[in-house]
């Protein structure tokens, strides 16, 4: 069966603000480098872009317009220009500490992106990624890019081969639907983060598969996992997130453009798109299923949730961050025979098939029963916030289904 895929500062004094005054102080320094550091890297065009065509019932929806007066370009342009290119700095020399070290700061629910390559295993905790959104490292010999959108709570890694050329990929301190735009140091060529597309020209990232759980999880699934060091060279406070509860906030900060009001845009869900069709399910309801057999385009896939998985951005540090959950999304095909799950436990983070009786964790390994040792393929998929799941791909399903607006 072919393998669905998605088409897809300053030092910082002691003195510390107002942790909800964070966000705000954010935007102003943003306002305000916007105006002195220059647009020129960037061309407005008459179009949004879209990563790709996908089939769908249309919905309608409505326009909006949270821009910056003089920084934003013509109406239809959904691109929003904040900051200087690496403004927010990339990290491009990663160090990285042991789950011990690592747990003394970094609570056992937080959420790191976790990717293993050539027998190295390394979480790349969102804690950090909030306060960089890029880390340009090497893993298993492979260049990768690990990425965060903080203001629409997407983590996905690329290669950062580009042809003959090796990639170091940055912030370009714009946002396209509200979403980050990364740049290569070089060649200032422009990506959309989510999906991977050029904005203008030149061929898409290539998606390397990763996965979002909380350092617990990554602990327990990777014995020998690294995490990624509070000693960036930058003087940061990753206790603290940059934005506040940037996840909590209604408003879709820097987006602009068609908005699809079937359920509120800060909703939490995760996507798929298979043969050129685009599907998204919901957290609230998978908080309540836990897992999710589903078939797209024709695929059998499978949705598992882990609840156990905080949300830094729904909140202003660490220490009070709640649980939001974690998906996973696998084709349930194995050696030719279609899989069913359930969950073992609403607490726990493990599944069972119905067909042999095997378990399966989290990361899609079986760890008990007759498939003991098989694993589950990895569907390429996004959690991240609707508004901007249905900005990029506008003709998406949704589960459970919600209605249509009627004006």
Not at 161 to 168: A, E, K, M, P, Q
Request: charged letters at 15%.
């Amino acid at each position: 069966m072919r393998t669905p895929r998605i088409m897809k500062a300053p030092r910082i004094s002691r003195w510390r603000p107002r942790r909800r005054d964070l966000l705000s102080i954010t935007i102003v320094l943003a306002v305000i480098a916007a105006l002195t550091l220059g647009k020129a890297v960037f061309v407005h065009r008459s179009s949004p872009p879209r990563t790709s065509t996908v089939s769908g019932a249309h919905s309608c929806g409505q326009d909006l317009n949270y821009t910056v007066p003089g920084i934003s370009g013509p109406p239809d342009d959904p691109l929003v220009v904040l900051l200087g290119v690496n403004s927010i700095p990339a990290i491009t020399q990663p160090r990285f500490e042991s789950v011990q070290n690592a747990q003394q700061w970094l609570p056992s629910d937080a959420p790191v992106i976790t990717l293993a390559l050539g027998g190295e295993v390394r979480a790349y905790p969102l804690a950090i990624l909030e306060w960089h959104e890029v880390v340009d490292d090497t893993i298993g010999g492979l260049p990768v890019a690990i990425t965060y959108c903080p203001l629409c709570n997407t983590a996905i890694v690329y290669d950062r081969r580009d042809g003959h050329s090796l990639l170091t990929l940055e912030t370009s301190g714009a946002l396209d639907n509200g979403a980050l735009v990364l740049i290569d140091a070089a060649s200032r060529q422009l990506w959309l983060q989510p999906s991977g597309a050029p904005l203008y020209k030149g061929s898409p990232l290539t998606w390397v598969p990763s996965g979002l759980m909380s350092l617990s999880d990554a602990t327990h699934a990777y014995p020998h996992v690294v995490v990624l060091s509070r000693d960036t060279g930058f003087d940061r406070d990753y206790s603290a997130s940059p934005y506040g509860d940037v996840g909590g906030n209604g408003t879709a900060l820097g987006f602009r453009g068609y908005y699809d009001e079937r359920i509120p845009p800060k909703t939490r869900v995760s996507g798929v798109v298979v043969d050129g069709r685009a599907r998204a399910w919901q957290y609230s309801s998978l908080a309540q299923r836990h897992v999710v057999d589903d078939t797209v385009a024709g695929a059998p896939v499978v949705v598992f949730y882990d609840q156990a998985v905080s949300g830094i951005g729904d909140a202003a540090d660490l220490g009070t961050a709640p649980q939001v959950g974690a998906t996973a999304v696998y084709q349930r095909t194995v050696a030719g025979r279609v899989l069913t799950f359930t969950p073992l436990g609403s607490d726990s983070a493990q599944f069972r098939d119905r067909e042999t009786g095997s378990v399966w964790d989290f990361t899609g390994r079986a760890v008990g029963g007759p498939l003991t040792g098989a694993q589950l393929t990895t569907i390429e998929h996004l959690d991240t916030y609707w508004f901007a799941w249905a900005a990029f791909y506008p003709g998406t399903s949704l589960d459970p289904p919600a209605p249509a607006c009627t004006h």
